[in-house]
């Protein structure tokens, strides 16, 4: 068998349960978050789909649901639906009760307490004579928002943006971190002194309300808010390059790189990097987290992914209030999720530190 690097911090890391056990959470998220719409029960766009008649209903509510179908045709794509949700124009009313007549539907909208019921009619024409098709009994898993929305689809949907946002920012803050990085600590001197100097200054902001400049002058939205937590995450992946840099330079096969002619590109880029990328993924994978929660954060104060769009940290800032209200799991549920894959992501960083310390 082959005792190559790779393979030996990877036989470590199998070792690891935590490790193992995170990176299997990790890439069930990666799967929920790319394929979201199908396997949410609710596959409408942004799972928007609203009834107020059964708002903060708690899991496990099931309801008869009568949906109306409109005349108005939205053509759409098998991936279109896949990755965007179905623009779906079709009415969902939850009932208590219907009756079928030779012309007719009459049903009972679904009403609780003192509430009165309100009785609707419909010709049998728009549902094709046939309307016993166009009612079932539709069961909410993780109950309803306050809205009365679908809270297991938009926990799903939400999935995305806390995902995707870690990937995005990671990426630019590899991009940025290890170029400065790199220039930093492969060339010293004055060059050195000055991305020293700007790390510091954009060290010592603290990072939301540099994130929160940043959105503002990007403006709010989806994009925006990705851009926005990767160019303040790079200070930290640019430290590291230019430390390891610093001490790497030294060593005789680099010597031997300049001896030969190389370019001081090819010696970073194919000489260098290669050989301290161990510090460099533990740290995106840190990373990985800390975006997960500035994301959250910003969402939470109104400022990230916005309205419609499904955001765990804007159903937290919607649903906060119900805590006190004996309905915390409107809050809870989101939070969960936010601290299991922050969780993982801390323990699979944890478990590569342990894989590929050369020490051990």
Not at 3 to 11: C, E, H, R, V, Y
Not at 107 to 128: D, M, R, V
Not at 178 to 200: E, P, Q
Not at 314 to 329: N, T, V
Request: charged share 15%.
């Amino acid at each position: 068998m082959s005792n190559s690097l790779t393979q030996l911090a990877l036989k470590k890391f199998k070792k690891s349960r935590s490790g193992l056990f995170s990176f299997l959470y990790i890439a069930l998220c990666g799967i929920i978050a790319v394929f979201a719409y199908l396997f949410a029960p609710d596959n409408s766009s942004n799972a928007n789909q609203m009834h107020l008649e059964i708002h903060s209903k708690k899991p496990g509510f099931s309801v008869q649901m009568l949906t109306i179908p409109t005349q108005e045709i939205n053509e759409q794509s098998f991936f279109t639906k896949l990755f965007f949700g179905n623009q779906n124009t079709n009415i969902e009313v939850p009932i208590s009760d219907y009756k079928i007549t030779n012309t007719h539907l009459e049903i009972i909208q679904f009403s609780e307490g003192s509430i009165a019921k309100q009785t609707k009619t419909y010709p049998l024409s728009i549902f094709n004579n046939k309307p016993r098709n166009y009612i079932q009994q539709k069961q909410f898993i993780l109950g309803t928002d306050k809205y009365g929305r679908d809270m297991l689809s938009r926990m799903l949907i939400g999935t995305r943006i806390s995902f995707f946002i870690g990937f995005i920012a990671v990426f630019i803050s590899l991009v940025i971190g290890i170029t400065i990085g790199s220039i930093a600590g492969y060339f010293g001197g004055k060059i050195d002194a000055f991305i020293m100097w700007l790390i510091n200054i954009t060290w010592s902001i603290p990072t939301l309300l540099l994130v929160i400049a940043i959105t503002l002058a990007l403006g709010k939205g989806f994009w925006q808010v990705f851009v926005a937590v990767g160019l303040t995450m790079w200070v930290e992946v640019a430290r590291v390059v230019r430390g390891q840099i610093m001490s790497t330079k030294e060593q005789q096969y680099v010597e031997a790189a300049k001896a030969l002619g190389f370019s001081n590109k090819r010696i970073i880029f194919k000489h260098i990097l290669p050989n301290i990328m161990a510090p460099i993924i533990v740290i995106s994978a840190a990373n990985f987290a800390a975006a997960i929660l500035i994301e959250s954060g910003l969402s939470f104060l109104g400022i990230g992914a916005q309205p419609p769009t499904p955001s765990w940290g804007a159903m937290i800032k919607d649903h906060y209030s119900y805590i006190i209200l004996g309905k915390a799991y409107l809050a809870v549920i989101p939070g969960l999720a936010i601290m299991s894959l922050v969780m993982a992501f801390m323990l699979i960083g944890n478990a590569l530190r342990d894989a590929l310390d050369v020490r051990n």
